[in-house]
């Protein structure tokens, strides 16, 4: 398995060359998002300290592009165009598997969709610079001075471990998805009962109310609307109160791996209902 040529690469060499640059782009994108919210987070969709976006990334431009290391320009403009292709691409996957957009470009300019912008696509290409010239000779002595067999005994234990942190994160992440969706769901099925109540003029006016309130204050947001209405007040407080009850309790099953990805993506928002992960958070901090 190791010899295995892979476009004339080594497969051993790959592996290697993968998992390297993945735990690099763990330093990186931990420090990063640490220093703006001013508190350790352990970046990446994995427990473990990989971002394997990173790895797949440097390892593809660096087999596409190792030929040009006397051509900067060109290393670039191809890196910075691959490295925008995976990144659309991975967001794209992981939202349709998961229902959620993991990071969102929305408030930077020239940006498509909210999963990819310039200014990420310009450090691509000057990432893509640096590996080649810097980066990349030090990642092959590194790799160089593994001794053979050494290597690829760890190779398979950390093809054990990966392999078993992608499963379970998997997992638990397929379970967050199924939360969301009931947790919209329930939103969603309390706003069609106090649309039927007229204690709103219009639904967009229901929806936009709701959407100003977090779940903590919505009885006594809606107090005013619900005491005027005095033949249904007991029925609606009673909806009201089945609907948090409900709410609270599936919000309230976190596990240490939910809240891990809460934490690691902090611009995250669900395709079920762009407010439900903020409740989430709310609920987090209020508990």
Same mark, same amino acid.
């Given at each position: 398995?190791?010899?295995?040529?892979?476009?004339?690469? &080594?497969?051993?060499?790959?592996?290697?060359?993968?998992?390297? %640059?993945?735990?690099?782009?763990?330093? %990186?994108?931990? #420090?990063?998002?640490?220093?703006?919210?001013?508190?350790?987070?352990?970046?990446?969709?994995?427990?473990?300290?990989?971002?394997?976006?990173?790895?797949?990334?440097?390892?593809?431009?660096?087999? #596409?592009?190792?030929?040009?290391?006397?051509?900067?320009?060109?290393?670039?403009?191809?890196?910075?165009?691959?490295?925008?292709?995976?990144?659309?691409?991975?967001?794209?996957?992981?939202?349709?598997?998961?229902?959620?957009?993991?990071?969102?470009?929305?408030?930077?300019?020239?940006?498509?969709?909210?999963?990819? #912008?310039?200014?990420?696509?310009?450090?691509?290409?000057?990432?893509?610079?640096?590996?080649?010239?810097?980066?990349?000779?030090? /990642?092959?002595?590194?790799?160089?001075?593994?001794?053979?067999?050494?290597?690829?005994?760890?190779?398979?234990?950390?093809?054990?471990?990966?392999?078993?942190?992608?499963?379970?994160?998997?997992?638990?992440?397929?379970?967050?998805?199924?939360?969301?969706?009931?947790?919209?769901?329930?939103?969603?099925?309390?706003?069609?009962?106090?649309?039927?109540?007229?204690?709103?003029?219009?639904?967009?006016?229901?929806?936009?109310? /709701?959407?100003?309130?977090?779940?903590?204050? /919505?009885?006594?947001?809606?107090?005013?609307?619900? &005491?005027?209405?005095?033949?249904?007040?007991?029925?609606?407080?009673? *909806?009201?109160?089945?609907?948090?009850?409900?709410?609270?309790? *599936?919000?309230?099953?976190?596990?240490?791996? &939910?809240?891990?990805?809460?934490?690691?993506?902090?611009?995250?928002?669900?395709?079920?209902?762009?407010?439900?992960?903020?409740?989430?958070?709310?609920?987090?901090?209020?508990?």
């Amino acid at each position: 398995m190791w010899s295995l040529q892979i476009f004339g690469f &080594e497969f051993y060499f790959l592996f290697y060359n993968f998992f390297f %640059y993945s735990f690099f782009g763990w330093i %990186y994108e931990s #420090c990063l998002v640490s220093f703006q919210n001013k508190t350790w987070v352990n970046r990446g969709f994995l427990n473990g300290p990989v971002v394997p976006i990173y790895g797949a990334g440097a390892t593809i431009v660096y087999m #596409c592009l190792f030929w040009a290391a006397d051509q900067p320009v060109f290393i670039f403009i191809l890196g910075m165009l691959a490295a925008t292709v995976l990144e659309y691409a991975t967001s794209y996957m992981m939202e349709k598997l998961f229902h959620a957009k993991w990071w969102d470009y929305s408030n930077y300019k020239y940006n498509f969709q909210g999963r990819i #912008c310039l200014l990420a696509s310009l450090l691509w290409g000057f990432l893509s610079l640096l590996m080649t010239d810097v980066l990349q000779p030090f /990642m092959n002595s590194v790799i160089e001075g593994i001794p053979r067999q050494a290597g690829e005994i760890a190779g398979y234990f950390i093809f054990l471990v990966f392999g078993t942190d992608f499963a379970v994160t998997a997992a638990y992440t397929l379970q967050l998805d199924k939360k969301l969706e009931e947790l919209a769901r329930y939103r969603e099925e309390f706003m069609d009962y106090l649309e039927k109540t007229r204690l709103y003029e219009t639904r967009e006016e229901l929806r936009e109310r /709701m959407e100003s309130l977090s779940i903590r204050n /919505m009885k006594e947001g809606l107090r005013e609307k619900i &005491e005027g209405q005095i033949e249904k007040r007991e029925e609606i407080e009673g *909806r009201l109160h089945g609907f948090l009850q409900a709410f609270e309790h *599936r919000a309230g099953l976190q596990s240490k791996i &939910e809240k891990r990805l809460l934490r690691a993506f902090p611009t995250m928002k669900s395709t079920w209902d762009e407010n439900i992960i903020t409740e989430l958070r709310r609920h987090k901090k209020m508990k």
